[in-house]
């Protein structure tokens, strides 16, 4: 599969198998996002994969959806602002668009090897905070459950080309 059919197919699984996920398939995923680029290269970021029963089970109380209790997996994507690139004209931060490229890199790697996953970033972030899971000084950016899909995709509504590049 090219890149440009990876991105075709890949989508928001909301449906999952409880099949466990190879610890050799994790650690290929693990070491597409340890490649992600960042702002200076500064990785202001920290991934938890989340697998054992209590833990999953905390996280998952965290998003409220019914979807989310199928998942095998959810991997805790976090970010430090204090250790991200800040642009000096404006000040800007750029620890949510560092830890945006490594998500993007996980999520297409995971399909890469077969896994569904989703991007979730509407959960309760007090709540989570609360369980002791998230290291200090880090903020959950994005959760994104992963395992073996058993739904299937439903047609991408995209913009035309000329909507989008201008």
Known sequence: MNFKELCATRYS????????????TLDYIRECVRLAPSA????????????DAERLAQVKSCYKREWIET?????ICCTRRDEAWTRRCDQHNHSDID???????LCLAASEQGLGNCWVCN???????????VPEGYEAAVLVPLGYAADQATEKKRKPMEEVWG
Do not use: M
């Open 99 to 105: 830890i945006a490229i490594a998500t993007e890199h």
């Open 40 to 51: 200076v290269n500064l990785q202001p970021w920290r991934f938890l994969l989340i697998t």
């Open 71 to 75: 998942a095998p997996a959810i991997v």
């Open 123 to 133: 959960f309760d972030v007090d709540k989570l905070n609360q369980t002791g899971i």
């Open 13 to 24: 699984c909301r449906q999952y198998k409880s099949a466990p996920i190879p610890e050799e």
